[in-house]
């Protein structure tokens, strides 16, 4: 989740999107304030402001392969019964093994246990137009991350739409992906790029390079929106229809097909045939990748989702946790400790503000690695909220940055790839 004001109760909300800027410029929004609960108390949110474009090198290309052409999906619930172009070039993950799930871990091919950690960069389309519509403003990014010493073994690459819903507060990314039923006249992208154009100058680059430097990369399709009404999931499924076969034969990357389904007033039984739908699509052309399964509810239903899975393998199960939905007593933490216990987790999303004790992170810190989990910490930016870094250089860490680091620091060779 991105943080906001509250505009609707019951609903999270978010802060605009600062788009006026030119390339290169930094603008000027901070993070909002956390969103109000749900209904049930359940409401998660985290603020967050523009960003500024970095300056770097291009990233180093991928090792050469054999691209295969895309396969359609299934259709209905499932995919586009027209399938994306695969790429040529496609690198076989630098090295890194193919993970599998087996029972409740996620393993290598010798059956260790592995436990991936690391960081979330923002909105990718973002970087790539404030560094003057350059993939080095991604690259750039990833290596003052790992300089900061928040990286881990695994980034998350957050892929946006032409417009994010955001639960009743619209999000615009200034250079998209393609998708979606939107953008209104406030709306419209800075630098519109075809899907083509944003694969081959956006998301390639920044995988490639994350895969050469040793990363395991999730592809984030990041939308927030109901998925059992409206297009959001025709949207996740033509996504995936041309995404999923470019990346299909990298050992390294991870799926995520839709980052936080609201689905507030349904129960997972009406959600779990549209997550069927997007893991059929991706099945269809990646039969080996993993898929993180999201739930209701801004990902707060993993308990439900994993004690009544959809078919498929290699399925992990996520949660996002920030202080104003992971409290005591509204069942969203046993719904965490139930997922557990029936299938790997992955939190694609945690954090916390300077208004939170250390204590929360901390604790959250003994439940997550008593959990087994895998994680990964949103979000490395100074003005994308909860921040890790306190100035627009990237070498100041907030407390929420230094627990990040000192915990990946503790683990850096622990639950790894030999």
């Not at 075809?194 to 990363?215: E, F, G």
């Amino acid at each position: 989740m991105k943080t906001g004001t509250a505009l609707l109760a019951g609903l999270v909300s978010f802060a605009a999107w600062i788009s006026a800027c030119g390339p290169g410029e930094s603008p000027t929004g901070g993070g909002g304030g956390g969103g109000a609960g749900d209904a049930g108390g359940n409401g998660a949110g985290n603020g967050r402001g523009g960003t500024s474009g970095m300056a770097g090198t291009t990233g180093a290309a991928g090792v050469a392969g054999t691209g295969g052409g895309g396969r359609g999906g299934t259709s209905a619930t499932g995919g586009s019964p027209t399938g994306g172009a695969g790429d040529a070039g496609a690198t076989g993950g630098a090295g890194l093994p193919q993970l599998t799930v087996n029972g409740t871990k996620l393993q290598d091919p010798n059956g260790k246990t592995i436990i991936l950690r690391g960081s979330s960069l923002i909105d990718i389309g973002a970087l790539y137009f404030y560094a003057g519509q350059n993939a080095s403003g991604i690259t750039t990014r990833i290596d003052k991350v790992a300089a900061a010493g928040v990286q881990g073994h695994v980034v998350r690459l957050p892929v946006y739409p032409k417009i994010d819903y955001n639960g009743g507060s619209p999000t615009c990314s200034p250079c998209p992906y393609p998708v979606g039923t939107g953008p209104t006249a406030s709306c419209t992208p800075t630098t519109p790029v075809s899907a083509s154009d944003y694969v081959a100058k956006i998301l390639k680059p920044a995988v490639d390079y994350a895969t050469s430097k040793n990363l395991y990369v999730i592809i984030d399709f990041h939308q927030i929106d109901n998925a059992t009404t409206g297009t959001s999931a025709a949207d996740a499924n033509t996504f995936w229809t041309d995404i999923a076969p470019r990346f299909a034969s990298y050992t390294n990357v991870i799926y995520e097909p839709f980052n936080e389904p609201l689905d507030t007033a349904t129960s997972w039984a009406a959600l779990k045939p549209v997550v069927q739908g997007w893991i059929n699509t991706i099945r269809a052309v990646a039969p080996k990748n993993i898929i993180i399964v999201p739930s209701n509810n801004w990902d707060q239903r993993p308990g439900d989702a994993s004690s009544d899975p959809p078919t498929g393998t290699n399925l992990m199960y996520t949660a996002h946790l920030y202080p104003i939905n992971w409290r005591s007593g509204n069942g969203f933490q046993m719904q965490v400790a139930t997922a557990v216990t029936k299938a790997p987790v992955f939190i694609t999303e945690w954090g916390y503000g300077p208004s939170e004790p250390a204590s929360w992170g901390t604790t959250l810190q003994t439940t997550i690695d008593g959990n087994g989990a895998s994680w990964t910490a949103w979000v490395t930016d100074h003005a994308w909220t909860p921040s890790m870094f306190t100035d627009n250089t990237l070498t100041t860490l907030t407390s929420f940055g230094t627990l990040v680091k000192t915990w990946l620091a503790a683990k850096a060779n622990s639950d790894w790839v030999q």
